[in-house]
């Protein structure tokens, strides 16, 4: 288990530094800024790199959301999922204390929101509760069935990282000005804790949002994806 759990903080670690980095970086110099599209490249290259990296170790999850879907649908023991989530947001933390001490290296550079998830006022594009909640569950669930379908037995080995990778791509593109995306409670975690205040505050959302999509998701994958 020792060498899963580590797996999965590194994982994590990876996607919140590379994801969240691109988006703090970008936001702090314009200019150079590589865009929406960017970041959501960003986001997917790191689930796609560390799945081949580590996915053989602990299964590729590096979201608390995918390890309860994966729960659900009956592919990983429930007995595992709180050491996961554990590790998972724990290496998200990590990621984010390294994005703060390398941003702040700078004098006079503004952070702006630091890569939280936020609704209303805090959201990119100014968009309610009601609309952040919808899309996190929507585009969770969504993640759910792709990992699930990509990773099934009579899929060819060896793409399902290609396919995930691409889907959290997607799921950039369509929800950063929504909510900055989140679908992964860990990512919006470590970022909201060194962001304070409204981040932490609206926080609950994203962890409630992405659980209720994740396993939803696999809920729906059961329906008519599991059997062969």
């Not at 204390?97 to 609704?119: E, P, Q, R």
């Not at 000005?177 to 959302?205: C, K």
Request: glycine content about 16%; hydrophobic content about 55%.
């Amino acid at each position: 288990m020792g060498r899963k759990l580590l797996a999965e903080f590194f994982g994590t670690f990876w996607l919140v530094f590379g994801g969240c980095g691109s988006a703090v970086f970008a936001a702090a110099f314009p200019e150079l800024g590589i865009g929406f599209t960017g970041v959501a490249l960003a986001f997917g290259l790191t689930v796609l790199t560390m799945a081949y990296a580590v996915g053989g170790v602990s299964g590729g999850h590096f979201n608390p959301a995918v390890s309860v879907g994966l729960t659900v649908a009956g592919r990983f023991p429930a007995s595992s999922l709180v050491p996961y989530v554990i590790a998972q947001v724990a290496g998200a933390i990590i990621a984010a204390a390294a994005l703060y001490v390398i941003a702040t290296g700078k004098a006079g550079i503004d952070l702006g929101g630091f890569a939280s998830n936020g609704y209303g006022e805090h959201s990119p594009g100014g968009y309610s509760l009601v609309s952040a909640l919808l899309i996190e569950i929507i585009l969770t669930a969504f993640f759910l069935i792709v990992i699930l379908g990509s990773t099934h037995g009579r899929v060819p080995a060896g793409f399902a990282p290609i396919a995930i990778g691409l889907a959290l791509t997607l799921i950039h593109l369509i929800s950063i000005p929504i909510t900055n995306t989140s679908v992964n409670p860990a990512r919006s975690t470590g970022q909201a804790l060194f962001v304070g205040g409204w981040a932490l505050q609206q926080l609950w959302l994203f962890w409630v949002a992405p659980i209720v999509g994740g396993a939803g998701g696999a809920l729906i994958w059961k329906l008519f994806g599991e059997k062969d």
